[in-house]
């Protein structure tokens, strides 16, 4: 039976994938960190290997008879060369026979982000892959932005007036699985956006009609790194998302791709759909 290895299984896209996967016939694991600390968020009936990209003592078991790789780049792990390479170079000695890596979108024309040199990489050891370019995620609403919205109302991201297309990491998941699952993927890349671009104006006023507090969006570079510095995130991961908001702020976060509808067979999930979903996450205290 198809053995399928997945990794960031404790994450936004991986523990999705791993959802989906279980309604397949397949031999499904996760490679996780901390075995004990991933079952606790997964559940016991998922399997789990032990596995980090730092540590290539990890790979020969985690890598065992694996026909085929869910990869996910940890957002700490950016030295492409000293912290996932290793792992690749033993998913090749193991015989992985392809990869679907979770990528970001447009990739393909920035060297200036990880998944650039891992798609080279991939490519370099020829083996087949597909690579899902995704644009941004709604998730990080409830993740990275979970405690603007929720204590204090207000999105201050420095994106400008300037649109996204914005994209439910449950879609991407579908598509991950999609693309594990059936032939004829290898070889491909997908850009995978959702169906509509919003500005962060537009955003806010969808999270305050549906949430029923005001949210507000007060874009100010100054603020955004204040606050996230406060919070506690480190400054070389701050940079990152000022470069990423200022990527739709230049209007280049923009772009529709009709990937997502194409592979799903239906439209992609709309941002008022996740704010309606994720009610909860928002409303827990504060209100
Ligand atoms: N956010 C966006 O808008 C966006 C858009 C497009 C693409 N992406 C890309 O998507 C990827 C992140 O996906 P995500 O949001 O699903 O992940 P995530 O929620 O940030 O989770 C990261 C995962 O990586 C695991 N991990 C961390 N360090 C590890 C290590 N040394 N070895 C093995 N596993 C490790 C974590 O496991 P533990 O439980 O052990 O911590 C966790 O499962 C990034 O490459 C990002 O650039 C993000």
Redesign the pocket.
Known sequence: MLKILV????????QEVLRLLQFHSCNVCA????PN??KQ?LGSNIRTVS????NPDTFVNAFSQVNKLFL??????ANVRQQIAPALNAAKLAGVEHIVF????EAERNRFV??FKIERYIDQLGIPATFLR????M??FN?THLEDIKTRGELLMPAGNGKTSFID?RDIAAVAVRTLIEDGHQGRAYALTGGEALTYYEVTDIFTSILGKRVCYKPSLLKFVQQMHSSGLPMDFILVMVAIYTTARLGLAGKITSDTEQLLNRSPLTIRQYIEDYRQFWLRVHL
């Open positions: 990794t960031g299984a404790t994450g936004n896209v991986g490679a996780v960190r901390n600390s991933a968020i596995f980090d990209f730092t996910v780049r940890p957002p700490a792990l979770l990528s970001i979108l990880p998944h995704g644009s941004f995620f998730q990080n993740t990491v």
